[in-house]
């Protein structure tokens, strides 16, 4: 029987602790833990969560998979409904000052900010925080929009993207928020809608999205806190599509037009297709990170266009696994 050496051409090596780095399929010997290990990357998968209390689409995320908010959105009337999600169920919370849909949104279950949107007849500038409890409202966006990309926290926010006046326009506007008011920075380098958006204000990523005719785009863009750097592509361009993730090199993407259910991970360099969905659909709402992200709401473009509650949970593969016997 061949050995290890053998097929790999080298020896298995001893570490204190576990590389730093080991690629796929390598494996050790950990002197602390006493045993034998291997790197193995499993593509995750989506777990069915609890439903929302009220099926929407539209809505805007903020938060993590164990402590999220859903606000806003089409039930298909346009809806200042919030829900909070505490890792099992979803609760109604106290509603937004203005109802609306298409808006953006960011931050935690406890301290978050959405902006923007549509009350159905006109767009929005509007501003509002919430702080665990109830919404305030807060200095407007510059420039009224909606169906836009976000990122950042309730007091460090960007806003990019989406639709805004005169008409139907495409914007590459991007509105940075210091947790008082809203100033025009360096825009996106090409103009969309219905893109998504993860990150931080000083380190965000910008992807998919749609400009008039288009019915996707794979384009992504790299924000480093001063300008946007369009980087390498999703695999499949989509539009209306949500979002999870921490910063500019950490990012999964998920759903979209077309009733896609995909998901792509994104590592800081490329896109990498892994499991998808349960649930097929656009127009959903993300919160969480690239290892641990939910995702919930969204529509069927069936006549007329219905309204979904599904709710689904990320969990990031098994990266260290300890080899056993059995």
Same mark, same amino acid.
């Given at each position: 029987m061949a $050995?290890?050496?053998?097929?790999k051409?080298t020896?298995?090596q001893n570490?204190?602790?576990? %590389?730093?780095?080991?690629?796929?399929?390598q @494996?050790?010997?950990?002197?602390?833990d006493?045993?034998l290990k291997?790197?193995?990357v +499993?593509?995750?998968s989506?777990?069915?969560g609890?439903?929302?209390?009220?099926?929407?689409?539209?809505?805007a995320g903020?938060?993590?998979?164990t402590?999220a908010?859903c @606000?806003?959105?089409? +039930?298909?009337l346009?809806?200042a409904?919030t829900?909070?999600?505490?890792?099992t169920?979803?609760t109604? @919370?106290? +509603?937004?000052?203005?109802?609306?849909?298409e808006?953006?949104?960011?931050?935690?279950?406890t301290?978050?900010?959405?902006?923007?949107?549509? $009350?159905?007849l006109?767009q929005l500038t509007?501003?509002?925080s919430w702080?665990?409890?109830?919404?305030?409202?807060v200095?407007d966006?510059?420039v $009224?929009?909606?169906?836009m990309?976000?990122?950042?926290t309730q007091?460090?926010?960007?806003?990019?993207g989406?639709?805004? %006046? %005169?008409?139907?326009t495409a914007?590459a506007?991007?509105?940075?928020?210091?947790g008082t008011?809203?100033t025009e920075?360096n825009?996106l380098?090409t103009?969309?809608?219905?893109?998504t958006g993860t990150?931080t204000q000083?380190?965000?990523?910008?992807?998919?999205g749609?400009?008039?005719?288009a019915?996707?785009?794979?384009l992504t863009?790299?924000?480093?806190?001063?300008?946007?750097t369009?980087?390498?592509d999703l695999n499949?361009?989509?539009t209306?599509?949500g979002s999870a993730?921490a910063?500019n090199?950490?990012?999964?993407?998920?759903?979209?037009?077309s009733l896609?259910a995909?998901?792509?991970s994104?590592n800081?360099t490329s896109?990498t297709?892994?499991n998808d969905l349960n649930?097929g659909?656009?127009?959903?709402?993300?919160?969480?990170?690239?290892t641990s992200?939910?995702a919930?709401?969204g529509?069927?473009?069936?006549a007329p @266009?219905?309204?979904?509650?599904?709710?689904?949970?990320?969990? +990031?593969g098994?990266?260290?696994?300890t080899?056993?016997s059995?």
């Open positions: $050995d290890y050496k053998t097929i051409g020896k298995i570490y204190t602790t576990d %590389p730093d780095n080991p690629l796929t399929g @494996v050790w010997y950990n002197e602390t006493q045993v291997t790197f193995y +499993d593509p995750g989506w777990a069915t609890n439903d929302l209390n009220t099926a929407r689409y539209y809505s903020a938060g993590t998979q402590a908010l @606000v806003g959105g089409r +039930d298909p346009y809806t409904i829900e909070s999600y505490n890792g169920n979803w109604e @919370v106290n +509603d937004l000052n203005t109802a609306r849909a808006l953006g949104g960011v931050g935690t279950n301290a978050a900010l959405v902006f923007g949107g549509t $009350d159905g006109i509007v501003t509002e702080n665990g409890t109830s919404w305030t409202e200095n966006l510059n $009224d929009k909606r169906r990309g976000s990122a950042g007091t460090t926010a960007l806003a990019f989406g639709i805004i %006046p %005169p008409g139907v914007a506007q991007t509105e940075s928020w210091n008011s809203w920075v825009d380098n103009a969309r809608w219905d893109l990150g000083t380190s965000a990523l910008a992807f998919g749609s400009p008039p005719p019915t996707g785009l794979a863009e790299s924000w480093n806190g001063t300008s946007f369009e980087v390498n499949t361009a989509r209306e599509l993730g910063d090199t950490s990012a999964l993407g998920f759903g979209g037009n896609s995909l998901t792509e994104w800081g896109w297709e892994v649930t659909r656009p127009n959903l709402a993300g919160a969480g990170i690239q992200a939910l919930f709401g529509s069927a473009p069936v @266009v219905s309204q979904l509650s599904a709710t689904e949970e990320w969990t +990031d098994i990266q260290t696994k080899i056993t059995s």
